[in-house]
């Protein structure tokens, strides 16, 4: 099992920024290939916002390509979402996902698993 614990969200003016956080933690060794993040406006689907490889590469929805920046720190096995430029249709509950490599505590063979956070909100206010 792996736990996210996200962080960054809150309200804020059209214009303003925020920096989303999100810390994986394990009892388990574990190592992450993707991290990213989603959202989900009220009435609407979770969408893709950006995701990170373990090599960085990285990927944007269009609608934030330009405004928001993804990053990560494996040592501290965490991501980022620096969001620049908000916009209202920015607001929504942010969710952090990882998809991961577990050292079982007992058992020979490593298993890849993905986990979500349980969301941050950010809201952006004209």
């Known amino acids: 099992q792996v736990q996210l614990v996200e962080s960054g969200g809150g309200s804020v003016q059209a214009g303003g920024s925020l920096r989303l956080s999100c810390a994986a933690t394990s009892v388990n060794t574990f190592s992450i290939y993707t991290m990213g993040w989603y959202r989900q406006a009220p009435g609407k689907e979770r969408e893709l916002v950006a995701t990170?490889?373990?090599?960085?590469?990285?990927n944007y929805s269009d609608s934030v390509k330009g405004r928001f920046t993804i990053s990560r720190d494996d040592a501290k096995k965490t991501a980022y979402l620096q969001m620049n430029s908000l916009k209202p249709e920015d607001t929504a509950l942010y969710y952090c996902?990882?998809?991961?490599?577990?050292?079982?505590?007992?058992?020979?063979?490593?298993?890849?698993?993905?986990?979500w956070g349980e969301g941050t909100q950010v809201t952006v206010f004209s």
């Open positions: 996902y990882v998809d991961v490599s577990i050292v079982p505590t007992y058992g020979s063979s490593n298993y890849r698993d993905d986990y």
């Open positions: 990170i490889t373990s090599g960085s590469n990285t």
